[in-house]
């Protein structure tokens, strides 16, 4: 696609090319769609810090609250959002993501008119990329030690129903000695301790239990782990199921 300008039957974006990317490495194509909030004042002061050179980051898209759209970064390109972390056998997850940033401080809900175009983004992007909506993760899915963006104030419950996420059904629970195995199953990294794959989980699934002080799954989380592993298992296409 081109950079900018009306995409196909996508939202308009003002396109203002920021330095920080590099080519996506060994040919990776992008089939992680990665959301994040910007945890700053204003959208615009997001959009210039994800064109200074100085700061070294960026991504491709941001959205501000009303809905003014920005592309900074070709999606052909390799845009610096991500850092360390890991899905699966996705370790650079640069290489392997397009990375879309909400205005946000992370402490209110998404406004109607940030989410409208998102999902209009999202549809043709997936489109385009065939990510399927297993793959759109946060932040928090691919470095829960150090980040919780986009937070628990996101409604990844709406994206799910209109096919743009995945959202855990009823299933009964699983043992909690199998925590491990099956966050694995669903995606989380083997490097990151339960704290932080517990807190990652429920900042996607269960919000109203974040927080929680013992740091120990209970069993509605292993229920949505093991209902998760079963039906999006991150390897299952390597696997042929
Ligand atoms: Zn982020």
Redesign the pocket.
């Known amino acids: 696609m081109q950079p900018g300008g009306s995409t196909a039957d996508g939202p308009d974006a003002i396109w203002q090319p920021s330095p920080n990317f590099s080519a996506r490495r060994d040919g990776a194509r992008p089939d992680i769609l990665?959301l994040?909030?910007t945890n700053m004042a204003t959208a615009g002061a997001a959009a210039a810090r994800l064109c200074d050179p100085a700061a070294g980051v960026s991504c491709h898209y941001l959205i501000a609250e009303d809905g003014r759209l920005w592309q900074f970064v070709d999606e052909a390109q390799r845009a610096w959002?991500?850092g360390q972390g890991c899905w699966g056998d996705a370790g650079d997850v640069n290489s392997r993501s397009i990375?879309i940033?909400l205005a946000n401080r992370g402490d209110h809900p998404f406004p109607e008119p940030q989410m409208r175009v998102l999902e209009r983004l999202m549809r043709c992007i997936m489109a385009r990329w065939q990510i399927t909506p297993a793959r759109v993760l946060g932040?928090s899915d691919i470095a829960p030690d150090r980040?919780d963006?986009?937070g628990p104030h996101f409604d990844w419950r709406r994206l799910a129903l209109c096919g743009l996420a995945i959202w855990p059904e009823p299933a009964p629970a699983a043992d909690t000695t199998d925590f491990r195995a099956l966050a694995g199953q669903v995606g989380y990294g083997a490097e990151f301790s339960d704290a932080d794959i517990l807190a990652a989980l429920r900042l996607r699934w269960r919000p109203w239990a974040c927080g929680r002080a013992d740091g120990l799954p209970e069993a509605e989380d292993m229920a949505i782990l093991s209902d998760i592993a079963a039906r999006f298992a991150v390897d299952r296409d390597r696997r042929g199921a």
Do not use: C
């Open positions: 990665l994040h909030y959002h991500a990375g940033e932040h980040k963006d986009p």
